[in-house]
């Protein structure tokens, strides 16, 4: 009964999508707004129909009705219930059941609250949105469909990827990474209505906006999520590889940061119209493309699912929507020419446009390196790895200068520049430079990337710091008060110019993160007997037993570790080694690790012997590794403050035209 409950929700949003699509089409170019009333009410029945076979799909997982084909692969009695929710996405069919319920939510929220108001514009974005749900529903019901008929059906299943069941981030990780990924699409969905509907002034950036942050922040707390899963599960000690499922949740992000800070162009001097256009289209394939990367099976990866038979169909439709796309933009290019010009290159708006040039060249690098080893294959039949030595040589410049350019961008003005105020703003965060760059030399840094870095990290933090002080000030003085208050006034009378500059210090801790955790890292691999330590960084860690845990789903062995600093306790840790029963003598490592303000304490148990007598430990001390968590938040908090504010300057808009019925210009 669930199967079949499951199996018709999905066939019946395909046929709902599909008649929203042309109801939507059809309402604009008949004018009826009946019409295009009832594909907003297909929005809204679609979200119902997907919101019920994701909750049938649970039930059967919970219940483990094992004649459902998905629940026979990835399912379990032996379980915990959590990891049996979550199971949900730990495969390809239920990963896209997942994806599609999504897109209904995002497609009917969108349509709520956007209503009729946006008349023809409106319309085309609510049937793009439904369009790009018809392909999924077609993956649901055709070569992702997890309802099939397991007959007869076993007792019990095998379990979802045991690094899939092994951290609790795994039930975060995913569902912020679909909400990042498919948000994308809301934004995308609104510059193709303007693009059909002809409505190429800047009413579509301004409805998307919230969206594309909103997007933006998942995406970023997603991305920062994974690297973490990564550093607590993998035990290799890093945070990121330059995998290709990385690569691919990294491109559309560093696209869709391009597009937030042109769009600004955009709005404030009516430049790059084009090329906002064409970024938020090029973000949305990403987001496909990384669909394709991870689903299809074509590369391997801890993060990839098995090979699939859906990966020609991901293809198809990235074609589809770029040839359509492409025509519609070429289509439209002379009505989006823009209307304002660069003043001079010393602006805002200049920074900005480099920036993007920046990312731009950064987001090709990325896409050449993930896919020039599929491309080689391919072609030649030859097998070529793109590893980090290319990536890091490639990227590491790239990085520094974009964060450079997170310090100048504030202490510009629009338009144009004046360089006796510049050079004021500019003081104090050179003086920062220079004492950091003269400090981390003292300190014994050799490496000149790392320098930098640091250097440009301070010169960008008291750049971001010195607009809030200043601003804090000058509130302080026009009205009184206290600093905190003024503070708090300043941010909600300006939210999306200060929302960035939060956003701008959250990504410089994660940096200052990076930078430091990559080129301070130190580490140490040894055997050692009961009561036996071994020495690191100031740490004194002490092996004082195994011990041997009988879990429902898996066998766990650990090591019982003392860590001492001078002499003194500090703290107990335990990294494991876990068996999973369904899976073999393949041993999953769950790292022990302290975390601190200052450096990370990061233990491995690589292997052992039966008898207790030894056990062999990788040590590594990861300096300043939590800035990157710490500093994911903020950019989250920096994003949210900018959507909960609307208040901004734009350009004067044109004059209102005479509406028809369902909102199409007379």
């Not at 993998?234 to 990294?250: H, I, M, Q, R, T």
């Not at 300006?494 to 993160?513: C, T």
Request: positive net charge; proline residues 5%.
């Amino acid at each position: 009964m669930i199967r079949l409950i499951g199996l018709s929700a999905c066939i019946a949003a395909l046929a709902v999508a599909s008649y929203g699509v042309v109801a939507a089409t059809v309402g604009v170019k008949r004018r009826e707004a009946a019409l295009v009333r009832s594909a907003r009410s297909a929005a809204y029945t679609n979200f119902g129909l997907m919101t019920l076979a994701n909750l049938a799909m649970i039930y059967g997982l919970i219940t483990h009705d094992f004649s459902i084909d998905y629940v026979a692969q990835v399912g379990s009695r032996a379980t915990p219930l959590f990891f049996t929710i979550i199971s949900l996405w730990s495969s390809l069919e239920g990963s896209i059941l997942f994806w599609g319920w999504v897109l209904s939510f995002y497609t009917a929220l969108a349509v709520w609250l956007t209503g009729p108001k946006l008349g023809s514009l409106g319309a085309y974005a609510n049937a793009t949105m439904l369009g790009v749900g018809i392909f999924f529903y077609i993956l649901l019901v055709g070569p992702a469909n997890p309802w099939g008929l397991v007959s007869p059906a076993p007792m019990d299943g095998p379990g979802p990827n045991p690094l899939l069941q092994n951290h609790w981030l795994m039930g975060v990780h995913p569902p912020l990474l679909y909400l990042g990924y498919v948000g994308m699409t809301v934004p995308f969905a609104f510059g193709i209505g303007a693009l059909l509907s002809g409505r190429l002034d800047d009413t579509w950036l301004r409805v998307t906006h919230r969206w594309t942050v909103a997007a933006w922040g998942f995406l970023s707390l997603a991305i920062v999520a994974g690297m973490w899963w990564s550093y607590e599960v993998l035990g290799w000690g890093g945070w990121w590889a330059w995998d290709p499922v990385e690569n691919a949740s990294f491109m559309p992000w560093l696209t869709a940061t391009a597009f937030m800070h042109s769009a600004m162009v955009q709005e404030r001097r009516g430049l790059l119209r084009v090329w906002n256009m064409s970024l938020i289209i090029s973000t949305f394939l990403l987001t496909i493309l990384g669909t394709f990367l991870t689903r299809s099976g074509i590369i391997s990866s801890v993060h990839a699912f098995s090979e699939g038979p859906i990966g020609m169909y991901f293809l198809a439709f990235i074609a589809v929507v770029l040839v359509f796309s492409l025509v519609l933009l070429t289509g439209r290019s002379n009505e989006l020419r823009s209307e304002g010009h660069l003043d001079t290159m010393v602006s805002r708006e200049t920074v900005f446009l480099v920036n993007n040039l920046l990312l731009t060249a950064f987001t090709f690098t990325v896409l050449l390196g993930t896919m020039f080893p599929l491309v080689a294959e391919a072609f030649r039949g030859e097998k070529v790895s793109v590893g980090a030595p290319f990536f890091n040589q490639m990227t590491v410049p790239i990085c520094v200068m974009l964060l450079f350019l997170v310090g100048v961008g504030p202490m510009l003005p629009w338009r144009v520049a004046d360089l006796k105020e510049f050079r004021r703003k500019a003081r104090l965060p050179l003086i920062a430079l220079v004492l950091t760059l003269v400090v981390t030399i003292a300190l014994g840094m050799r490496n000149i990337w790392g320098i930098i870095a640091f250097a440009f990290a301070a010169w960008s933090a008291t750049a971001n710091l010195q607009e809030f002080a200043q601003g804090t000030a000058a509130r302080r003085r026009a009205g009184g008060g206290g600093w905190i208050g003024s503070l708090f006034g300043l941010i909600n009378a300006n939210p999306r110019r200060y929302g960035g500059y939060v956003a701008h210090l959250g990504l410089i801790m994660s940096a200052i993160g990076m930078t430091g955790s990559s080129v301070l890292q130190s580490d140490i691999v040894s055997t050692l007997r009961p009561g036996q330590s071994v020495e690191l960084r100031g740490y004194n860690v002490r092996f004082d037993d195994l011990q041997a845990i009988d879990e429902p789903h898996r066998f766990v062995v650990l090591a019982n570790l003392t860590v001492l600093i001078d002499d003194d306790v500090a703290g107990r840790m335990d990294p494991r080694l876990n068996y999973y029963r369904t899976r073999g003598e393949e041993a999953i490592t769950t790292p022990s690790v302290r975390s601190r303000a200052h450096q990370d304490l990061y233990v491995n148990l690589l292997a052992f012997e039966q008898d207790g007598s030894t056990a062999t430990l990788h040590v590594i001390v990861e300096p300043l590794v939590v800035w990157i968590w710490i500093g994911s938040f903020v950019v989250a908090f920096g994003a949210l403050i900018t959507m909960v504010g609307g208040r901004r300057r734009t350009r004067p808009p044109p004059a209102p035209r005479r509406q028809t019925l369902v909102g199409q210009e007379a």
